[in-house]
């Protein structure tokens, strides 16, 4: 039912951890299925991602996708890491089957909320970046945050 790139990054997930003195952190939940991912970036003056890690409090695939997402986004630019979607994620990790593709959301959303608390901490506007919602479940409301 998973790929082997999905059963290996839930296993060996990478970039586990906080990052003191983020440059930006993101925090989002799904209360459907009530877990909760936290991606934290760090961001050189040259607007490059120097390190990114994460904490995911959820199920297998959304630890995969958020272990992937951090190794999609390292060493890239901003707009590099804006098009690092859901499905960019699902296709690094060979696919997700149906039912776990919301877990993949998580990822992105994390990500856009952390580039939103670093572009909010700097005064800055990132191309194609909306406020991010803090429950992706909710459908336009905003959720609590957690
Ligand atoms: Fe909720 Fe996977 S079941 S993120």
Redo the contacts with the bound molecule.
């Keep these: 039912m998973y790929s082997e790139k999905v059963m290996d990054h839930f296993q060996n997930p990478r970039n586990v951890g906080e990052i003191e003195n983020a440059s930006g952190v993101g925090t989002v939940g799904?209360a459907k299925?009530?877990?909760i991912m936290r991606i934290y970036l760090d961001i050189g003056e040259d607007g490059i991602i120097r390190d990114c890690k994460f904490k995911t409090f959820?199920?297998g695939?959304?630890v995969a996708t958020s272990s992937m997402a951090t190794e999609l986004v390292k060493g890239k630019s901003i707009g590099e890491a804006m098009k690092v979607t859901n499905k960019a994620v699902m296709d690094a990790l060979d696919g997700l089957p149906p039912v776990?593709v919301?877990?993949s959301l998580?990822a992105e959303e994390a990500i856009h909320a952390a580039l939103w608390d670093y572009a909010e901490k700097h005064g800055i506007e990132i191309e194609g970046l909306e406020k991010p919602k803090a429950d992706i479940h909710e459908d336009g409301e905003e959720g609590e945050v957690y």
């Design positions: 799904n299925c009530g877990d959820g199920c695939a959304a776990k919301h877990c998580l």
